[in-house]
């Protein structure tokens, strides 16, 4: 089952600044590459100790423009 961010597992990948595995607090984690559709971005990541797996999502939060 997938839960949002909001949950309790969310809500520890959040405070640690999504760089410790929520399940079992290891700093040993992997960031797969990110895939992309349209205005939307994806990556797994997975705990090398426990070898739990989970997905951080991307949306555009903002568009910048070089000016002439």
Do not use: Q
Request: proline share 1%.
């Amino acid at each position: 089952m997938k839960t949002k961010e909001n949950s309790k597992l969310g809500k520890i990948y959040k405070k640690s600044g999504y760089n410790i595995c929520p399940y079992c607090g290891s700093f040993n984690i992997s960031g797969g590459h990110f895939e992309s559709d349209c205005n939307y971005a994806w990556r797994n990541i997975e705990c090398l100790k426990c070898e739990k797996e989970w997905t951080e999502e991307f949306t555009i939060t903002a568009v910048l423009f070089e000016e002439d």
